[in-house]
């Protein structure tokens, strides 16, 4: 039987919350995304790779001693009040295997594009908790939409598949 | 340990306790697969989902629809004769109206205004089509797919943990969570409301994209005082988000269906004050 404890002096008053959390690395999703493999190349993809890029994507290439068993692509998207990290395993078929949160934070919007703010997330350990004000995982309402990371996830298919497709993986 | 993905529209996220790393993946594996599967079947998005195929069939159609499906549209009669009919999964054509689903270009002209009206459930994962309908479950199938991922995870050895798919969550195996409830007009602010342990949770507020569209998602007759927001918490993530419409519609007329569900509500009102059914 469950327990419910209701906390008391609940008002719609409370102070400013930042949500933030951090789920995993780039290294922890390509491990997901390609459990075979016995090592992962770093490479980075030159924005010229997608129109809409201003940026180089980091990528790892899953490797199982010589074979090429796919790709791992970090990519992040800024959404209205969020800012999320994510990464996309594509199988050397060309074949989407994973979709990956890395990490997810909101606010009041600016902070977020700053590099500075952006820096925060690199290297951080999966296990240790940001303390950005309070990691809370558990907010419930009005749902954040994931359209974002599906048109990215989008993006980075048909981008890895033109390197594909002309050789370049 | 933890993990998210993208799915039901949302980011889905399975923490879990003591668990090495080898079986948390494959544990988090098998309930993510088993979101994606709930996913595909009942996205009204999806022109080959289950609710899609009911759209497009005929008066006197027999279908064949995954399990899951079968076994939310069980729940969502049982809510929908419980509740009078305030838990209503024939919203789809509202929702159309709305511009909050996508109009189906395949689809039969709706009829039907409930779902016992639209469909009769058959052995062996079939249903029949009574009247063409325009079901959309949106207001359950998300908290059905975390109780279907806590399953999953159980199944694999998970003792402990929480499946969270924003904001439809549930706490299983002694895990203990804090639970913010969104303020609607401001919705980076969140406020703590209840700590919860071996309970679900669920809210319905105000669009946070359009917040002028207001309760554009809730479909039925409004009362007076309408609600911001409402959280429901329940033993079941399903019925905690079913029975948040029900709150939504009915106020203190839920209360009974909510105390035979063992579920209790916090209802956030503009003004800012807050009640508790």
Redesign the interface.
Not at chain 2, 187 to 203: F, G, H, K, M, W
């Given at each position: 039987m469950g327990t419910l404890r209701w906390l008391s002096g609940a008002a719609l008053a409370a102070p400013a919350l930042v949500q933030a959390a951090q789920y995993a690395t780039l290294d922890e999703a390509a491990r997901r995304s390609f459990p075979d493999a016995t090592a992962f190349r770093e490479q980075l993809v030159p924005a010229s790779a997608d129109e809409h890029r201003a940026a180089p994507w980091r990528m790892l290439v899953a490797l199982k001693g010589e074979q090429v068993l796919g790709v791992v692509v970090a990519d992040a998207v800024v959404g209205k009040f969020e800012l999320i990290d994510y990464a996309v395993g594509i199988g050397h078929d060309g074949k989407l295997r994973n979709v990956e949160v890395l990490a997810y934070r909101e606010s009041h919007g600016y902070e977020i594009k700053l590099p500075a703010w952006r820096a925060q997330f690199v290297g951080k350990d999966a296990h240790s908790a940001l303390r950005v004000g309070e990691d809370i995982a558990n907010v419930s309402g009005a749902t954040l939409s994931c359209t974002h990371v599906t048109d990215g996830v989008r993006r980075i298919v048909a981008m890895v598949e033109r390197l594909r497709t002309s050789g370049r993986l | 340990?933890?993990?998210?993905?993208?799915?039901l529209?949302?980011?889905v996220?399975i923490?879990v306790d003591g668990v090495d790393e080898a079986r948390f993946?494959e544990a988090s594996?098998r309930a993510f697969a088993r979101i994606a599967a709930i996913h595909a079947a009942m996205s009204f998005h999806e022109a080959s989902s289950d609710l899609r195929a009911m759209a497009r069939a005929r008066t006197g159609d027999t279908l064949p629809l995954h399990a899951e499906t079968c076994a939310v549209l069980q729940l969502a009669l049982a809510f929908e004769t419980q509740s009078g009919g305030a838990f209503n999964a024939c919203c789809a054509v509202t929702l159309v109206a709305r511009s909050l689903l996508p109009a189906p270009d395949d689809a039969s002209p709706p009829q039907a205004s409930t779902l016992a009206e639209a469909i009769e459930l058959l052995p062996d994962d079939r249903v029949r089509v009574l009247r063409p309908a325009w079901i959309d479950l949106g207001g359950i199938a998300k908290g059905y797919a975390v109780d279907a991922a806590v399953e999953e995870l159980q199944r694999a050895g998970v003792q402990a943990g929480?499946v969270?798919a924003?904001?439809?969550?549930r706490a299983f195996g002694g895990h203990r969570?804090?639970?913010?409830?969104?303020?609607?007009r401001s919705?980076?602010?969140?406020?703590?409301?209840?700590?919860?342990?071996?309970?679900?949770?669920?809210?319905s507020?105000?669009?946070?994209?359009s917040p002028a569209s207001r309760a554009a998602h809730v479909v039925g007759t409004l009362g007076d005082n309408v609600p911001m927001?409402v959280?429901v918490?329940a033993?079941s993530c399903a019925a905690a988000d079913a029975l948040t419409k029900v709150v939504w519609l009915r106020g203190e007329a839920a209360v009974d269906l909510m105390r035979a569900h063992n579920a209790?509500a916090l209802v956030?009102h503009e003004d800012?004050s807050?009640h508790?059914l």
């Open positions: - | 340990m933890r993990r998210a993905k993208p799915w529209g949302t980011l996220s923490d993946t594996d929480l969270n924003g904001g439809d969550l969570t804090t639970v913010h409830v969104r303020d609607p919705p980076t602010l969140a406020l703590p409301v209840a700590e919860l342990q071996d309970l679900a949770c669920a809210t507020a105000w669009s946070l994209t927001s959280t918490f033993p209790h956030l800012g807050a508790r």
